[in-house]
C-alpha cells in the first residue's frame, strides 16, 4: 500500500511546528487558564529540559533591579541563583544558550540552557529558545 504524500510529510515531520512555537502556543494557552510569573516560568523550564540532548537544563531568571534572579529551573541545580547585570555572567562565549526575555528596551529577566553534553546548540535550538524568550515577553 502506497502513504499518501500527507502521510509522508507527517512522518517526516514536514509541516511540523518548531518545538519553540510549540511551547510559546503551550505557554499562552496556560495564561489564558489563569497561570502567571513564576509558574509560566517553571512551565517553561520543564518543556525546554523536556525537548531532551543537548538541553540539559533550563535556568529562568527574572530582573531585580541590577540582577538577575533564579525564578524556576529544571535540572541540575545551579550556584548562580544571582547574576550582576554587569558581570559578564551572561556574556556569549560559553557553552549556554542565552537569552533575554525582553519587552522592546525592558528586560523583564533570561533564559539560559545548558547543554548536556560536551554538545552545542544549533541555530534551531537557538530559534527554538528565542521563540520562548518572545512568548514569555508577551506574558509576563
Known sequence: ARESSFQQRLASGVGEKPRGEKLARALHGAFCRGVHGSELLELAARKILAWGPPFGGAYLYAIEVDRLRLVAFAGPSTD?????????????????????????????????????????????????????AHALAALL
Do not use: W
Not at 555572567?89 to 522592546?104: E, K, M, S, V
Not at 546548540?121 to 528565542?130: G, I, N, Y
Open 80 to 132: 548562580e541563583v544571582e547574576i550582576a547585570i554587569d558581570s559578564g555572567g551572561l556574556q556569549p562565549g560559553t557553552a549556554a544558550l542565552t537569552r533575554l526575555i525582553r519587552r522592546h528596551d525592558l528586560v523583564l529577566g533570561a533564559i539560559v540552557a545548558a547543554p548536556s553534553h560536551d554538545g552545542s546548540f544549533s541555530d534551531d535550538h537557538a530559534r527554538d529558545v528565542t521563540q520562548v
